[in-house]
């Protein structure tokens, strides 16, 4: 399994940016499909996926058109590039990444971050 650390959360204004980052510790990075799962209370989204190659990726609808997940395998980061950020993006981000899309996509990721909080503010 992977080893992942998230960091990059805090605290931000309505409409700020923020850009997450984990780095992951395997050495076999590459060949994982990674995603952010975000968790409120009860409730966990996964906000977006992207394939082990980077040329895939999927995104919640709550999500799409302000966040972009990218990756850097050489360097073994995943990102979350937030923009326009709302209050209702407030939650605890998680890295998590699996060796099946299809886990992947529907969030059951098999090895995950510690998470990192984000606050936005209104």
């Known amino acids: 399994q992977a080893q992942l650390v998230e960091s990059g959360g805090g605290l931000v204004q309505s409409g700020g940016s923020l850009r997450l980052s984990c780095v992951g510790s395997a050495q076999s990075f590459s060949d994982y499909n990674m995603g952010w799962v975000r968790q409120t209370g009860e409730e966990r989204e996964t906000v977006a996926v992207i394939d082990w190659s980077g040329t895939g990726t999927r995104y919640a609808d709550s999500v799409q058109g302000r966040f972009t997940i990218f990756r850097d395998n050489a360097k073994k980061i995943l990102y979350l590039q937030m923009y326009n950020l709302k209050p209702e993006d407030t939650a605890v981000y998680y890295c998590?990444?699996?060796?099946?899309?299809?886990?992947?996509?529907?969030?059951?990721?098999?090895?995950w971050g510690q998470g990192t909080r984000v606050t936005v503010s209104s």
């Open positions: 998590a990444a699996d060796d099946n899309w299809g886990r992947a996509v529907a969030g059951l990721f098999r090895s």
